[in-house]
């Protein structure tokens, strides 16, 4: 009886000694991507789950939104321009076995990916269109990344244009084109306001020459205006219609 007690007791050991080394634990944003014998079995959910030391090996796979900041990318534009851009993408694991299995360093293959995709987006358009419409060029690097991600499991959920550097000599000539912009509207906007007020005019010329004694009226009004201010020197204008009314007394006299 000592003797069967001495055997099993090591073996009651060992057998816990496995269990416990065989335990492993799968938290709820991970998933476990197991091998048997090398030889991919399965992807195992949250919890607690028990993996054959030796014979079973079990990778766990972070399937949670991750941000990767894809870094600066000197980058050509349409019309020939040099530009640094950097870039955020954000993206996750959407099966798991596939990150494990069909790429190495999955997060690594990612960014590089990004970044000549990026470099080819810029290629593809002239400055003006990418500063004025980022999300348009943002757009298009995340649609083309997640179809190339899409055999290694990956889903990417965003990427945002963070930076556009240009050189300072284009700076400042985008500085001069924005100024002369501004100018040649303030030319369009003043002369604009020159036209009105000149059809403004017109239409009060009419109105007062259509009615009898406006312009009489007018004048009165503005003599009226001048007095209150005593350094004023005014000059008494005759009305229009003073004028016409001794145009028809001579008429009338030469006729006779």
């Given at each position: 009886?000592?003797?069967?007690?001495?055997?099993?007791?090591?073996?009651?050991?060992?057998?816990v000694?496995?269990?416990?080394i065989?335990?492993?634990?799968?938290?709820e944003?991970?998933?476990?991507v197991?091998?048997?014998?090398?030889?991919y079995?399965?992807?195992?959910?949250?919890g607690?789950?028990?993996?054959?030391?030796?014979?079973?090996?079990?990778?766990?796979?972070?399937?949670?939104v991750?941000?990767?900041?894809?870094?600066?990318?000197?980058?050509?534009?349409?019309?020939?321009?040099?530009?640094?851009?950097?870039?955020?993408?954000?993206?996750?694991?959407?099966d798991?076995?596939?990150?494990?299995?069909?790429?190495?360093?999955?997060?690594?293959?990612?960014?590089?990916?990004?970044?000549?995709?990026?470099?080819?987006?810029?290629?593809?358009?002239?400055?003006?269109?990418?500063?004025?419409?980022?999300?348009?060029?943002s757009?298009?690097?995340?649609?083309?990344?997640?179809?190339l991600?899409?055999p290694?499991?990956i889903q990417?959920?965003?990427?945002?244009?963070k930076?556009?550097?240009?050189?300072?000599?284009?700076?400042?000539?985008?500085?001069?084109?924005?100024?002369?912009?501004?100018?040649?509207?303030?030319?369009?906007?003043?002369?604009?306001?020159?036209?009105?007020?000149?059809?403004?005019?017109?239409?009060a010329?009419?109105?007062?020459?259509?009615?009898?004694?406006?312009?009489?009226?007018?004048?009165?009004?503005?003599l009226?205006?001048?007095?209150?201010?005593?350094?004023?020197?005014?000059i008494f204008?005759?009305?229009?219609?003073?004028?016409?009314?001794f145009?028809?007394?001579?008429?009338?006299t030469?006729?006779?």
């Amino acid at each position: 009886m000592e003797v069967l007690s001495f055997i099993l007791l090591p073996l009651i050991i060992f057998i816990v000694g496995v269990l416990l080394i065989s335990i492993k634990q799968i938290n709820e944003y991970q998933r476990g991507v197991v091998f048997t014998l090398g030889k991919y079995t399965g992807t195992i959910q949250p919890g607690w789950r028990i993996v054959i030391p030796v014979f079973q090996f079990m990778k766990r796979v972070d399937i949670r939104v991750k941000a990767v900041d894809v870094p600066d990318q000197e980058a050509i534009t349409k019309d020939n321009i040099s530009a640094r851009i950097n870039a955020v993408i954000y993206y996750k694991v959407k099966d798991a076995a596939k990150a494990t299995i069909e790429v190495e360093a999955f997060f690594h293959a990612v960014s590089q990916l990004a970044q000549t995709t990026m470099r080819n987006v810029v290629g593809e358009m002239d400055l003006d269109e990418l500063l004025s419409n980022r999300e348009a060029a943002s757009k298009k690097i995340k649609d083309i990344v997640d179809h190339l991600t899409d055999p290694w499991g990956i889903q990417v959920e965003n990427v945002e244009l963070k930076d556009i550097t240009l050189p300072e000599d284009m700076k400042r000539t985008i500085a001069k084109q924005a100024e002369a912009e501004r100018e040649r509207r303030a030319v369009i906007i003043k002369a604009q306001g020159e036209v009105q007020a000149a059809e403004n005019l017109k239409e009060a010329a009419h109105m007062l020459a259509e009615t009898p004694g406006a312009l009489h009226l007018r004048t009165l009004s503005t003599l009226n205006d001048l007095s209150s201010d005593q350094s004023n020197t005014v000059i008494f204008a005759i009305p229009v219609e003073v004028l016409r009314a001794f145009d028809a007394i001579k008429n009338q006299t030469n006729a006779k």
